[in-house]
């Protein structure tokens, strides 16, 4: 590929998720919201993390395109937190809002969700996300998580485990 093509794929809004929808097609999924888990939320069977450099417009573009569930992760990049504050604006209800947190002290779970909301520039997320557990969360963590849950500050609790 030359370089007047890559710069035309890095400036066509949207390309990239075009071709995740064909290859999706090719492989035997369709692109309708799903269910995910037992949370009532409806999902696309694709989400986006935050971790790999797409700009803010990237991701609004891919949500107009119908990608829903954005999952700001364990490097939390401020083009991503921007796209999400900027979808929350106007569309909050229509996206879901995933925010990980690795810690494995209680009492830290709480202040970083605080500093994710305010990057985010919204009350709430629809899942808080305790990362890389290949155990049970130990009952502290619990507690903070589901005090957070209590709180409205989120709305479901996922264990992600590696």
Known sequence: MCNQDLDEEATSSGRAVTQAFRYGEQMGFGWKKIPFGRTGLQVMPLALGSSYGMTSGDIEGAFERGINFLF????????????????SRTRREDLV???????????????????????????YVDVLTLGWWNDLPSRRILDAALAIKESGKAKHIMVSCH
Do not use: H
């Not at 809002?97 to 919204?122: D, F, H, I, W």
């Open 72 to 87: 700001w992760g364990s490097r939390r990049k401020p083009e991503f937190g921007r796209a999400i504050a900027n979808i």
């Open 97 to 123: 809002v995933a925010v990980e947190t690795y810690t494995r002290a209680g009492m830290l779970m709480k202040p970083s969700l605080n500093c994710a909301l305010r990057e985010l520039q919204t009350d």
